[in-house]
Nanobody, 124 residues
């Protein structure tokens, strides 16, 4: 089992940057594919980015490609989301999630463990 805790959210102006962190408990962290999702008010939870066990493979939603970077440090049991060139439409609660699947997946049902989320607000 994996427990996840996000941090790093906050208020930032458009064009600014934030780095989200997700700390995981459990000795099996390195065996999980990790993902970031976000949920804006009144909308569904959407895929943002995912990373493989070793970090060698990553995948991004088109809306964040070229602006966001997902990475992980298995020694620290932590996954990161570096967000640059932020836009007001990036405003949402951001969740990290862990998937035991052996491929990069982008749907919420493929992730078994979720954090509580961290709020990101981008002002125009």
């Amino acid at each position: 089992q994996v427990q996840l805790a996000e941090s790093g959210g906050g208020l930032v102006q458009a064009g600014g940057s934030l780095r989200l962190s997700c700390a995981a408990s459990g000795r099996t962290f390195s065996t999980y594919f990790m993902g970031w999702f976000r949920q804006a008010p009144g909308k569904e939870r959407d895929f943002v980015a995912a990373i493989s066990w070793s970090g060698a493979r990553t995948y991004y939603a088109d809306s964040v490609k070229g602006r966001f970077t997902i990475s992980r440090d298995n020694a620290k049991n932590t996954v990161y989301l570096q967000m640059n060139s932020l836009k007001p439409e990036d405003t949402a609660v951001y969740y990290c999630a862990a998937s035991p699947r052996e491929v990069l997946v982008t749907t919420t049902r493929e992730y078994d463990y979720w954090g509580q989320g961290t709020r990101v607000t981008v002002s125009s």
